[in-house]
């Protein structure tokens, strides 16, 4: 008996693409990791949190912190969806 349990196939086909893009768009890293790919994952949300930590300590830097999330958001998104077509 193994401690991690059955593994689960990778979904396949176009809604599970869609979904990827939008999950990252919600949270960069949540589509990779939803498409099974947890070593890319943590690398995209992982550079989420550090920009968030470094960029986002002044009160001025807001603007830039939330556009730059975003920016990030988007290419976790367009990543995911580059994946996803190689495979």
Do not use: K
């Not at 869609?18 to 768009?25: E, G, Y």
């Not at 550090?50 to 975003?70: C, H, K, P, S, Y």
């Amino acid at each position: 008996m193994t401690l991690r349990g059955p593994r689960r196939p990778q979904p396949t086909g176009r809604r599970a693409t869609i979904i990827a893009v939008v999950l990252s768009l919600l949270l960069p890293g949540l589509g990779h990791a939803y498409l099974g790919l947890l070593v890319r994952a943590l690398i995209w949300f992982g550079g989420t949190v550090v920009l968030a930590l470094v960029v986002g300590q002044n009160d001025d830097n807001t603007r830039l912190a939330i556009a730059m999330g975003v920016a990030i958001g988007i290419c976790a998104a367009i990543d995911a969806l580059i994946v996803r077509r190689e495979a």
